[in-house]
């Protein structure tokens, strides 16, 4: 059998043994089988365009889609092959090469007629164990030596961040600072035995004083609806939160953490106000926020218009929902965005925002308003010292944040 009819033969075992999983990935693997064959290595464009449909203006260097899909189609192989990979034929995908590997099982080899066999060296056990021992700790001297050169980097990105004009001002401050997370207020929905049936959200009631004016204002609407002390908030806030408080730490002066529900407007005016969480949650602050940004929401809050070129943005992590009736889709790259807004507040105060249309936006707009490269990119294009925003468009992968680029950053009117 020769080496082309090997590989179509192991081709075709991984084919069947399901292995491969969803569409998009069986048809890069049968990509990647026919370019290999015919002795091709395309690049990573060239792949994006023919395997996932892609125009000729697709930026490689901003969206990992194609990178995505190699480390997945990697996986596969492995997992298909396992740990005894060596003791036959088998399929490979080398990092940074976009062809498919036929690599040989592994055979004995025997001396020459009339040569002595060549003998293996045995250490002494104590030598054997003395090598390892220093082996081990020149291996964990390097491991603390790369985690101490790590700590000291991180220390000097945190306090590059911390010096630049987007953060210094809010850590000179001398009022306190309120991380608001924007979390959904959920009301219950009782029938006409008063028993709560379901669990709903109402985007013009996020607190207890919402509902009861709600009620006052739409009486036969809202006698169904009651306070159950449910709040939602979005898994996002976690990582976004880390972000935020660790620019925050070294702040000398009192840092409280509320949710939006559970805000007194007082603290709009009264306090420093670092915003994380979803457009819908923005609760009370939607007003501020949007007042004087070129953005405005659009039919839903996963979507938001550009005053400026009528653009429409429209998040896509809505349509990875798994609703029984799309398991072919799940699993493909789609897009979110994040709006970071700095502002004043009606006491002069300050208000930095960290929203997304979904929680990929919240995490990607938190990482990078926290990094010092991404920082000093945006600073190119903006004043951060003054009010202005910023929109980020966020390629995502199964509920992560895998690129960001920035759409525009432009002063606030």
Same mark, same amino acid.
């Given at each position: ?224 609806? $009651? *306070?159950? !002390?449910? &709040?939602?908030?979005?898994?996002? #806030? ?7 408080? %660790?620019? @925050? ?71 990875? $929902? *798994?609703? !029984?009736? &799309?398991?072919?889709?799940?699993? #493909? ?7 970071? %807004?700095? @502002? ?70």
């Amino acid at each position: 059998m020769t080496s082309t009819e090997q590989l179509l033969s192991e081709a075709e075992r991984i084919r069947a043994s399901g292995v491969l999983g969803e569409a998009r990935l069986r048809q890069l693997f049968d990509y990647l089988l026919d370019k290999t064959v015919a002795g091709e290595s395309p690049k990573e464009l060239v792949i994006a365009m023919d395997v996932f449909g892609k125009g000729a203006d697709f930026n490689v260097g901003e969206d990992a889609l194609v990178r995505v899909y190699m480390h997945k189609l990697r996986k596969a192989l492995l997992s298909f092959y396992g740990p005894a990979s060596g003791t036959g034929f088998s399929l490979q995908l080398p990092k940074g090469d976009y062809r498919l590997h036929l690599l040989q099982p592994e055979t004995a080899r025997s001396a020459p007629a009339g040569q002595p066999a060549v003998s293996k060296r045995v250490w002494p056990r104590r030598l054997s164990v003395w090598l390892l021992c220093c082996s081990a700790l020149a291996a964990i001297a390097v491991v603390l030596l790369a985690l101490k050169a790590q700590g000291r980097a991180a220390q000097d990105g945190l306090a590059a961040v911390r010096n630049s004009p987007l953060w210094s001002e809010i850590l000179a401050d001398e009022r306190p600072i309120t991380i608001v997370l924007g979390d959904y207020y959920l009301v219950g929905e009782t029938d006409h035995t008063n028993e709560v049936k379901r669990l709903i959200r109402e985007f013009d009631i996020n607190s207890r004083t919402d509902l009861d004016r709600h009620r006052r204002q739409h009486p036969d609407e809202a006698k169904h609806l $009651v *306070d159950v !002390g449910f &709040r939602y908030l979005p898994t996002a #806030s976690a990582n976004a939160l880390r972000h935020v408080m %660790a620019v @925050l730490a070294p702040a000398d002066r009192r840092i409280s953490v509320r949710m939006m529900s559970q805000l007194p407007v007082s603290t709009f005016k009264s306090s420093d106000v670092v915003y994380i969480g979803f457009v819908s949650g923005m609760g009370m602050l939607e007003d501020l926020v949007f007042a004087g940004s070129r953005l405005r929401v659009g039919d839903s809050y996963d979507e938001l218009i550009d005053g400026a070129t009528a653009r429409s943005y429209v998040s896509q992590e809505v349509s990875q $929902v *798994d609703n !029984g009736e &799309r398991d072919s889709e799940r699993g #493909s790259p789609y897009h979110d965005y994040g709006l970071f %807004a700095k @502002l004043r507040g009606p006491g002069g105060n300050l208000m930095m925002i960290f929203a997304g249309t979904r929680d990929e936006g919240v995490q990607e707009t938190s990482e990078k308003l926290t990094n010092p490269a991404d920082l000093k990119a945006i600073a190119s294009r903006v004043d951060t010292a003054k009010p202005f925003e910023a929109l980020l468009e966020v390629g995502a992968l199964d509920g992560v944040d895998m690129s960001g680029r920035v759409i525009f950053a432009v002063p606030r009117s």
